[in-house]
Antibody, heavy 116, light 111 residues
Framework: EVQLVESGGGLVQPGGSLRLSCAAS????????MTWVRQAPGKGLEWVAG????????SFVDSVKGRFTISRDNAKSSLYLQMNSLRADDTAFYYC?????????WGQGTLVTVSS | QSALTQPASVSGSPGQSITISCTGT?????????VSWYQQHPGKVPKLVIY???IRPSGVSNRFSGSKSGNTASLTISGLQAEDEADYYC???????????FGTGTKVTVL
């Protein structure tokens, strides 16, 4: 059974940092592009970042460029999102999702709240 | 890259058909057949219902169908049922940055 389990969310002050993790199981992690999607409470989905199977290709939404980095450890079947210089508008549920053009499996999400 | 444009809400009676539009540009929806659709019930994780414009994943009801014309993709739900009441989002590959973009989302109400 495919599972994606996010962790690392929490309350952080503006300007702070968090590192999100996504532990994958039930499939060959190294075969898939992986994606982070976020959803502010009561708002729509926003594509945040994606990383290719070997990590050589990465893409970010403009609002997080220079602040967020995405990485993966294929040996540990894990995906990461390092978030620096956090702002109030980064407050959202963060989901990891399997795939590039379409996302067939999603984690349950981890809530990041940026507030003083 | 701006979000793809969807109607804020669409409604229909049980048994009817409804169509949700997803309007982009010649740099995203119009250029590639990489449009997908997601259903999200309140408090739940999004679920893939259509990918590559019109392909239905295994296990998804055949009442869901997708199509595309020019810069606009569409999701049609036929034989509308109470369980279809949810938010729906489109997603497309883009030639610019970022690589992918979601639509603004549509709330479907079953009357």
């Amino acid at each position: 059974e495919v599972q994606l389990v996010e962790s690392g969310g929490g309350l952080v002050q503006p300007g702070g940092s968090l590192r999100l993790s996504c532990a994958a199981s039930g499939f060959i992690f190294s075969n898939y592009w992986m994606t982070w999607v976020r959803q502010a409470p009561g708002k729509g989905l926003e594509w945040v970042a994606g990383i290719s199977q070997d990590g050589s290709e990465q893409s970010f939404v403009d609002s997080v460029k220079g602040r967020f980095t995405i990485s993966r450890d294929n040996a540990k079947s894990s995906l990461y999102l390092q978030m620096n210089s956090l702002r109030a508008d980064d407050t959202a549920f963060y989901y990891c999702a399997r795939g590039a053009g379409w996302y067939d499996y999603w984690g349950q999400g981890t809530l990041v709240t940026v507030s003083s | 890259q701006s979000a793809l444009t969807q109607p804020a809400s669409v409604s229909g009676s049980p048994g009817q058909s409804i169509t949700i539009s997803c309007t982009g540009t010649s740099s995203d929806v119009g250029a590639y057949d990489y449009v997908s659709w997601y259903q999200q019930h309140p408090g739940k994780v999004p679920k893939l219902v259509i990918y590559d414009v019109s392909i239905r994943p295994s296990g998804v009801s055949n009442r869901f169908s997708g199509s595309k014309s020019g810069n606009t993709a569409s999701l049609t739900i036929s034989g509308l049922q109470a369980e279809d009441e949810a938010d729906y989002y489109c997603n497309s590959y883009t030639s610019s940055s970022p690589r992918y973009v979601f639509g603004t989302g549509t709330k479907v109400t079953v009357l």
